[in-house]
């Protein structure tokens, strides 16, 4: 398997509280995406990472934030988790090359009562 | 904007017959174009890719998809669906340099 991995897997949370995912990398790749994975809506981009610094927002970033201080990690946070943030959240990676071929992480189930 | 349509949020087929999931997908270029697998609680694997080189693009585990400009579509298939073929499988549409933009996806049903 590429070497990325996310944590928590598995967190269950309450309204209102902050939580943080991280995805781990060790390809050395620029480009890193945060993706929420929602029955009748396919996968829908978060925020993405095109390097150190450097993020912008995708489709559906109202509500969380995101911050790449190394390279290897990529941190996702929701400041003040609602219900509606109850999802599987994909982190992906590509270097970037050719056809931007991402290769993805297995996931985190979130839930927030 | 890109764009991306599966027809069919489910597809049920017996053991031997013939998958076909369908994808139709909006570009202002040239599109890269993907399909990708989900196993039930697993991340996405890639099945293949189109990257304007030949527009029949053959995958792992005998699938293949044919690119076609015209119809703006990139339909997945396998000649005889196996049981383990079950999973839900997600079309996505790219540009150079932009992220990809995935369909709502399909569960593909096999029946023995």
């Known amino acids: 398997d590429a070497g990325i991995t996310q944590s928590p897997r598995h967190k269950v949370t309450e309204t209102g509280t902050p939580v943080t995912l991280r995805c781990h990398q060790t390809?050395?790749?620029?480009?890193m995406y945060w993706y929420r994975q929602d029955p009748g809506h396919g996968l829908r981009l978060i925020h993405y990472?095109?390097?150190?610094?450097?993020?912008d927002k995708g489709e559906v970033s109202d509500g969380y934030s995101v911050s790449r201080s190394k390279t290897e990690d990529f941190l996702l946070t929701l400041e003040s988790a609602t219900s509606s943030q109850t999802s599987v959240y994909f982190c992906?990676?590509?270097?970037?090359?050719?056809?931007?071929?991402?290769?993805f992480g297995a996931g985190s189930r979130l839930t927030v009562l | 904007a890109q764009s991306v349509t599966q027809l069919g949020s489910h597809v049920s087929v017996s053991e031997g017959a013939l998958v076909l999931l369908r994808c139709n997908y909006s570009s202002s270029v040239p599109p890269y174009l993907f399909w990708y697998v989900q196993y039930p609680n697993q991340g996405l694997q890639l099945l293949l890719k189109y990257t304007s080189a030949a527009t029949l693009v053959k995958g792992i585990n005998g699938f293949e998809a044919e690119f076609k400009k015209s119809e703006t579509s990139f339909h997945l298939t396998k000649p005889s669906a196996h049981m383990s073929d079950a999973a839900e499988y997600f079309c996505a549409v790219s540009e150079a340099g932009t992220a990809l933009i995935f369909g709502k996806g399909t569960t593909l049903s096999v029946s023995s």
């Open positions: 390809e050395n790749h620029r480009y």
């Open positions: 992906a990676i590509t270097d970037g090359s050719g056809a931007n071929v991402l290769t």
């Open positions: 990472s095109y390097g150190v610094k450097d993020t």
